[in-house]
């Protein structure tokens, strides 16, 4: 008889410490897999960041003093396009061998791309596309990132304050969040009963998981917006 007990209870005793080893082993995984996307979330963000730089420090090159109200074409803070000469010589370095005097335009648009839902949050993701369109070329128009805000362009004065109108622009800010929504979420996010308590708790949980990766915002000074 004390055979058998000491045999249950050896069962019970390994049945348990399985148990912690699995819930451990899937703990780990998922703080590995999360952390791993998010710096994925970050890499990609820090690129589609450096790209519209490089393209806004363009915005008005090459075009003349007198026409300088005309450059930012469309001032949207989901929405802008200027003028530029992408391909004015060779210095431009833009990869073409024709090159021109006529104004060029570069364009970014912010669009809805997707909604998630995680039952008691729903964040949407947006797309960022960019359009180049080079005189006598065919317009190219490429997505180049996602973020989870909407209002990434501000248009300042001279001195970082808000313009009354789009020809007073001297610098643009930019403001990108990215969230990674292929985190992978806790099993007691998905238990429980529907309580006030523990419906607020899970929106506390997927907020914290649902962070904002990484969080950009730069102040591009044109100089050729302030002659």
Not at 8 to 32: K, V, Y
Not at 93 to 104: E, Q, R, V
Request: with cysteine; net charge negative.
């Amino acid at each position: 008889m004390s055979s058998m007990l000491d045999i249950i209870a050896a069962m019970l005793i390994g049945g348990f410490l399985l148990l912690i080893a699995f819930t451990t082993t899937d703990t780990a995984n998922r703080t590995f897999f999360n952390y791993n996307a998010d710096a994925i979330t970050q890499l990609n963000l820090t690129n589609l960041s450096n790209t519209m730089q490089y393209d806004l420090r363009k915005m008005g090159y090459g075009i003349p003093e007198a026409l300088e109200s005309t450059i930012i074409q469309i001032g949207e803070p989901n929405h802008i396009k200027f003028l530029a000469h992408l391909n004015k010589d060779a210095d431009c370095n833009i990869g073409t061998t024709t090159f021109d005097n006529i104004a060029d335009t570069i364009e970014y648009t912010i669009v809805p791309a997707e909604s998630i839902d995680f039952g008691d949050t729903v964040i949407t993701m947006y797309s960022v596309y960019r359009k180049v369109t080079i005189a006598g070329q065919s317009p190219q128009t490429q997505e180049i990132g996602r973020i989870g805000n909407n209002d990434v362009f501000r248009y300042l004065d001279q001195i970082g304050n808000p313009v009354p109108l789009l020809a007073a622009t001297k610098m643009v800010e930019i403001t990108l969040t990215a969230f990674d929504p292929q985190i992978v979420l806790s099993p007691e996010l998905f238990v429980g009963g529907d309580t006030v308590e523990e419906q607020t708790r899970r929106k506390e949980e997927l907020r914290r998981l649902l962070r904002a990766s990484y969080w950009r915002q730069t102040r591009l000074i044109s100089r050729n917006l302030r002659r």
